[in-house]
């Protein structure tokens, strides 16, 4: 579980760079919108992208969240990240997964929940949910 400090930064920013490490060992970095979700930030992606190969290859990660203007406060987590895909989840759960990363992400509702349920499977989307092991930045 985040901090309530950090919960609370997260809730309200989600603009985000996302690392993980490539198969050379060099970094690749997303932008990405992420919001809180289960023990950690979390957000979508499609199961083509980059970060979800370097993921299941190795899930160590950081996660920079930052408020809009990128210089009003930054929190960054470094962990694991903990992929959630058709692979690893039942579809009933991955769907009401993608759902709550929507929300949490967006701060509102899909206009239509059976086309957004279509098009996560259509790109075969995977949560991934950044479970830190430590939390820094000018904001915590």
Not at 19 to 29: A, E, I, Y
Not at 58 to 66: A, D, E, I, Q, T
Request: glycine share 6%.
């Amino acid at each position: 579980m985040l901090p309530t400090n950090v919960q609370e930064f997260v809730t309200k920013n989600h603009l985000a760079s996302f690392s993980t490490l490539r198969g050379n060992g060099g970094m690749q970095l997303s932008l990405v919108l992420a919001g809180p979700f289960q023990e950690g930030a979390a957000f979508s992606t499609p199961g083509d992208r980059a970060k979800y190969k370097n993921l299941l290859r190795n899930p160590k990660c950081s996660l920079l969240v930052s408020t809009r203007d990128w210089f009003s406060g930054y929190v960054v987590l470094e962990g694991q990240a903990r992929v959630m895909d058709a692979s690893n989840t039942e579809p009933a759960a991955l769907s009401s997964a993608l759902r709550d990363v929507y929300r949490a992400t967006a701060d509102a509702e899909h206009p239509d929940w059976e086309e957004f349920d279509q098009a996560m499977r259509d790109e075969r989307r995977a949560v991934i949910v950044v479970v830190p092991e430590s939390i820094y930045g000018t904001a915590v």
